[in-house]
């Protein structure tokens, strides 16, 4: 029911900065929130940031705390994570995700997902 396409991954040196959009589209009227996780080889998934739709509260994992945000354009149903002073241990593979539970939370649902853009950083 809710599809969602990222983009904007590529290759950066340490320092640098990205954005990565994600795209969504079909019922997007019945998602609540919105996340960005990303997975690095070898590692767990690790949940990013959330936003939810309406009033744009979000939340960040404390690793990217200060040097990544997360925002909305609901006219363009996209959520952006634009990512400054990266590190090479960001390095991974980004997901969109979207949730239906009604409450933001790192660990909320996450019914809906994207397919992901890798992101490498370089030192």
């Known amino acids: 029911q809710v599809q969602l396409v990222e983009s904007g991954g590529g290759l950066v040196q340490a320092g640098g900065s990205l954005r990565l959009s994600c795209a969504a589209s079909?019922?997007?009227?019945?998602?609540?929130?919105m996340a960005w996780f990303r997975r690095a080889p070898g590692k767990v998934r690790e949940a990013v940031a959330a936003?939810?739709?309406?009033?744009?509260?979000?939340l960040y994992q404390d690793s990217v705390k200060g040097r990544f945000t997360i925002s909305r354009d609901n006219a363009k149903n996209t959520v952006y994570l634009q990512m400054n002073s990266l590190k090479p241990e960001d390095t991974a593979v980004y997901y969109c995700?979207?949730?239906?539970?009604?409450?933001?939370?790192?660990?909320?649902?996450?019914?809906?997902w994207g397919q992901g853009t890798q992101v490498t950083v370089s030192s």
């Open positions: 936003i939810t739709w309406s009033a744009g509260s979000t």
């Open positions: 079909g019922r997007t009227f019945s998602t609540y929130a």
């Open positions: 995700a979207a949730s239906m539970e009604g409450r933001l939370s790192l660990s909320s649902r996450y019914g809906y």
